[in-house]
């Protein structure tokens, strides 16, 4: 299985700034995730990071707010911009397995904006 | 309606009783599903896939009902160390991309 390092695991933050999250594998993969968890509500996808092109990001989820980069295989940055109490979640990062049959997800990073 | 639905629980249950779960969802095209688990503050691991014939692991066995668009979750002889939320997922095509996370059922496993 994957191992992920997911950081910070918390923060913190005043509305109207940045916070980047980083998600570094021990192992190269093709695709990372972003997801995004909610109080009380389900896993949901942000955006899928591809290295080498821009990332895909899902319905309701855009670039600007949620700029993500993808400089090689192992490593991923997700950042949440100008940021809202809204935005106040746990945020994980994932991966596939080889066989791409399953998820392995990063400890996640809580965050909380004032 | 949600396309993935799950009774949110909590379900307590002394230990050594056996606990169902059971979770609907909506797309009739879903492929493939699964059962993860999510301890307090922490990340979804995956518990188990869940296949036509039905599998069991352990304690635990997954069931799946395409006919009527449900998956099953029974877990045996339950452990305070089962207490969490479990999550149903279901992939509605090929693809991470296509996963849908269900909210969770919440179960406490007393002593």
């Known amino acids: 299985s994957a191992v992920i390092s997911q950081k910070p695991s918390r923060d913190i933050c005043q509305r109207g700034t940045s916070l980047t999250i980083q998600c570094q594998v021990d192992?190269?993969?093709?695709?990372m995730f972003w997801y995004r968890q909610q109080p009380g509500q389900s896993l949901t996808l942000i955006a899928t990071a591809n290295q080498g092109s821009e990332a895909t990001y899902e319905s309701g989820f855009v670039i600007d707010k949620f700029p993500i980069s993808r400089p090689n295989l192992t490593f991923s940055t997700l950042t949440v911009s100008n940021m809202s109490p809204e935005d106040s979640s746990i945020y994980l990062c994932?991966?596939?397995?080889?066989?791409?049959?399953?998820?392995?997800f990063g400890s996640g990073t809580q965050l909380s904006v004032l | 309606r949600k396309e993935v639905e799950q009774d949110p629980g909590p379900f307590n249950v002394p230990e050594g009783a056996t606990v169902a779960f059971n979770c609907t969802y909506s797309?009739?095209?879903?492929?493939?599903f699964f059962w993860y688990r999510q301890d307090c503050r922490k990340e979804p691991k995956l518990l188990m896939s869940v296949y036509s014939s039905g599998n069991e692991d352990g304690r635990f066995t997954a069931q799946l009902n395409r006919a009527s668009q449900y998956i099953s979750l029974l877990i045996r002889d339950s452990k305070l160390s089962d207490s969490a939320t479990y999550l149903c997922v279901v992939n509605r095509g090929a693809g991470f991309q296509k996963l849908v996370f269900g909210t969770g059922t919440r179960l406490l496993v007393s002593p």
């Open positions: 797309n009739s095209a879903s492929q493939s």
């Open positions: 192992s190269q993969v093709t695709m």
């Open positions: 994932s991966v596939s397995d080889s066989e791409n049959e399953k998820l392995f």
